[in-house]
């Protein structure tokens, strides 16, 4: 299968800003999209941004004009810029990808996660 791991988390006071990398991992054929999500304490989980291999990129709007995404495809590596942080952006974020994986030979499809990174933004 495909391994995704992510870094970058942490804690940051309001206004402040963090990076957070995803890094996929395996026998990767092709990525299509890759993304992130975030969960904070009672919530569901929810689509933040993701970035697809055509270039299409999708964002929550609650995030839009503060977080940006970026994928590395040579890496296969997808980024988060986070600016203007603020506390209501305070969760678990996840790295998510899916494409196509080498299994015995065979292309097969894949969706994978990654383990998440906590960011919280208090003063």
């Known amino acids: 299968q495909v391994q995704l791991v992510e870094s970058g988390g942490g804690l940051v006071q309001p206004g402040g800003s963090l990076r957070l990398s995803c890094a996929a991992s395996g026998r990767i054929g092709s990525i299509n999209a890759m993304g992130w999500y975030r969960q904070a304490p009672g919530k569901q989980r929810e689509l933040v941004a993701a970035a697809s291999s055509d270039g299409s990129i999708n964002y929550v709007d609650s995030v839009k004009g503060r977080f940006t995404i970026s994928r590395e495809n040579a890496k296969n590596t997808v980024y988060l810029q986070m600016n203007s942080l603020k506390p209501e952006d305070t969760a678990v974020y996840y790295c998510?990808?899916?494409?196509?994986?080498?299994?015995?030979?065979?292309?097969?499809?894949?969706?994978?996660w990654g383990q998440g990174t906590q960011v919280t933004v208090s003063s």
């Open positions: 998510n990808a899916d494409g196509l994986y080498w299994n015995g030979g065979i292309l097969a499809v894949f969706n994978s």
